[in-house]
């Protein structure tokens, strides 16, 4: 009787180590199929309702509710830039010459509300511009450097994840996107992703405020 039962148990735990082995090999197999992200978007993109879109990351306490706007709901550049923006699960890190759009400003304040570790990189003479989304992110809680040169922070890239790249020649701002000719690549590619990745910091280090200079060496 008891090397019935031994048997037993030896014969479950034989399963269970059989089944542990077939989920591992499934998900490695899913790991192996899913492919780097490659995809370029162009602008102008189409007037399209994102509210369905940003309503849907807000969490199940946002309301739901159909936006009475008569734009149409469907696929368009915004939405698949926006889509890529809001896959972001534990960094993002933004580094624009202008920001006015609200639809993206609303989306990287929900990444930050989820808790994601957003950081914002901004050119400093266009931040202050009306419909600059920039004081509304420092209001949100978000951390923003900006330069303090002669020349412009012309940089236009973000990158989700430390994983993924989104760059191009487009600002952030409502007149690019629905009026400007422009395109973004977004790439997965460590390849692409690291320089980025080391630019972002490099210019995050030399924008800290403690390194502002407020006058000049020659003031007295």
């Known amino acids: 009787m008891w090397a019935a039962g031994a048997e037993r148990r030896a014969g479950l735990v034989a399963a269970a180590a059989a089944a542990a082995l077939a989920l591992g090999l499934a998900a490695w197999r899913w790991r192996r199929r899913r492919r780097p992200v490659r995809e370029v978007l162009f602008f102008p993109s189409r007037p ?3 509210e369905a879109l940003l309503a849907e990351v ?19 550049s915004l939405s698949r830039l926006l889509r890529r923006l809001l896959s972001a699960r534990r960094s993002l890190e933004i580094c624009l010459f202008a920001f006015s759009c609200p ?8 990444l930050h509300r989820r808790g994601v570790r957003v950081r914002v990189v901004t050119d400093a003479q266009y931040m202050g511009l009306q419909g600059s989304q920039i004081g509304l ?6 951390q923003v450097r900006h330069d303090q040169e002669n020349g412009y922070m012309h940089h236009k890239f973000a990158i ?8 191009g020649s487009l600002n952030w701002t409502t007149q690019a996107i629905q ?10 590619d460590a390849e692409y992703v690291k320089p980025f990745l080391d630019e972002f910091e490099r ?4 924008y800290n405020p403690i390194n ?7 003031s007295k």
Not at 60 to 71: D, I, K, V, Y
Not at 203 to 206: A, D, G, L, R, V
């Open 58 to 76: 807000a969490g199940p306490g946002a309301a739901a509710r159909a936006c009475p706007c008569p734009l149409p709901r469907g696929d368009c």
């Open 212 to 218: 502002y200079r407020f006058f000049s060496k020659d």
């Open 48 to 50: 399209s309702c994102t």
């Open 203 to 206: 210019i995050w280090e030399e």
């Open 160 to 167: 989700v994840d430390r994983r993924m790249l989104i760059t």
């Open 137 to 142: 992110l420092r209001h949100a809680g978000i």
């Open 103 to 110: 639809q993206l400003g609303r989306a990287v304040q929900l």
């Open 179 to 188: 009026n400007n000719r422009e395109n973004v690549l977004v790439m997965e």
